[in-house]
Nanobody, 118 residues
Framework: QVQLQESGPGLVKASQTLSLVCAVS??????????WSWIRQPPGKTLEWMGV???????YFSSSLKSRASISRDTSKNQFTLQLTSVTHEDTAVYYC??????????WGQGTQVTVSS
């Protein structure tokens, strides 16, 4: 079955760019109809969907993050990357990558904690 593993720096300074990688095994990120997403959960808050890169390579983002977020992929490594620019303490969260289709993401990675320092 598909497995996902997030990786990246646990600590990022305010105003810098956060970059997280999701390595995928057990499925191909280019397989038709699949979609690969980033979701986060700030401390004490609910889950927030951030964006998605479907099998065709297009990207879609939440309106609140559209100006700062980007998602790219490396098909040779079967992984996709989130970049979030100009981070603030409000971007402190556990970040998850997830897999699915039709805007449903039933399979998640373990998550990675990111803390923004001043």
């Amino acid at each position: 079955q598909v497995q996902l593993q997030e990786s990246g720096p646990g600590l990022v300074k305010a105003s810098q760019t956060l970059s997280l990688v999701c390595a995928v095994s057990g499925d191909s990120i280019t397989r038709t109809w699949t979609a690969w997403s980033w979701i986060r959960q700030p401390p004490g808050k609910t889950l927030e969907w951030m964006g998605v890169i479907p099998y065709d390579g297009n990207t879609y983002f939440s309106s609140s993050l559209k100006s700062r977020a980007s998602i790219s992929r490396d098909t040779s490594k079967n992984q996709f990357t989130l970049q979030l620019t100009s981070v603030t303490h409000e971007d402190t969260a556990v970040y998850y990558c997830a897999a699915g289709k039709d805007w449903t993401f039933p399979t998640w990675g373990q998550g990675t904690q990111v803390t923004v320092s001043s």
